[in-house]
Antibody, heavy 121, light 110 residues
Framework: QVHLVQSGAEVRKPGASVKVSCKASGYSFTNHAIHWVRQAPGQRLEWMGWIITGNGNTKYSQKFQDRVTITRDTSANTAYMELSGLRSEDSAVYYC??????????????WGQGSLVTVSS | QSALTQPHSVSGSPGQSVTISCTGTSSDVGGYNYVSWYQQHPGKAPKLIIFDVSQRPSGVPDRFSGSKSGDTASLTISGLQAEDEADYYCCSEADRYIVIFGGGTKLTVL
């Protein structure tokens, strides 16, 4: 079966960083980009960026450009999203999603279960 | 990049049809045939229902259809069913491989 399994919920203080993992299974990891999308409570979906897992190229939303880093470990079929300089507005569910073909793909046919990040002092 | 513009809410009775619009610019919706639509039930991850403006993934009923004219894309749901009640998001590729989502539309089945 095709899955994206994400790491668990995290609580961080303002100014800290968080790193969320996303393990893929059931498909060829390096043939599809991984994107990260977040959703604050009651808010819209917000695209953060992508990584082409085959070569490591990345693209970030201008909004997060200075604070987000997306990486991958092809030996572990896992992608990571690290967000630094956390503030309360970053409290949200963070999803990793599989991009369509060819990479980076602009549609998302497989979503992780989401990782809740809470930023609170 | 600003979010694509969707109506905040739409409603319809079972069996009826509803259409949700998604308005962007020539730099996103109008410039690419890469509009996708997602259905999200409360507390769940979104589900892809339309990609490349009008293509349906396998398993998505043909009651769901997509189209585009100029800078506006549309999702039409015909033969409304109770389980269609959800939030719907449009999404488009934009210049330089950026991705933009719409603000979301809440569909209520009366």
């Amino acid at each position: 079966q095709v899955h994206l399994v994400q790491s668990g919920a995290e609580v961080r203080k303002p100014g800290a960083s968080v790193k969320v993992s996303c393990k893929a299974s059931g498909y060829s990891f390096t043939n599809h980009a991984i994107h990260w999308v977040r959703q604050a409570p009651g808010q819209r979906l917000e695209w953060m960026g992508w990584i082409i897992t085959g070569n490591g190229n990345t693209k970030y939303s201008q909004k997060f450009q200075d604070r987000v880093t997306i990486t991958r470990d092809t030996s572990a079929n896992t992608a990571y999203m690290e967000l630094s300089g956390l503030r309360s507005e970053d409290s949200a569910v963070y999803y990793c999603v599989k991009g369509g073909a060819p990479p980076p793909g602009n549609w998302f046919d497989l979503w992780g279960q989401g990782s809740l990040v809470t930023v609170s002092s | 990049q600003s979010a694509l513009t969707q109506p905040h809410s739409v409603s319809g009775s079972p069996g009826q049809s509803v259409t949700i619009s998604c308005t962007g610019t020539s730099s996103d919706v109008g410039g690419y045939n890469y509009v996708s639509w997602y259905q999200q039930h409360p507390g769940k991850a979104p589900k892809l229902i339309i990609f490349d403006v009008s293509q349906r993934p396998s398993g998505v009923p043909d009651r769901f259809s997509g189209s585009k004219s100029g800078d506006t894309a549309s999702l039409t749901i015909s033969g409304l069913q109770a389980e269609d009640e959800a939030d719907y998001y449009c999404c488009s590729e934009a210049d330089r491989y950026i991705v933009i989502f719409g603000g979301g539309t809440k569909l209520t089945v009366l």
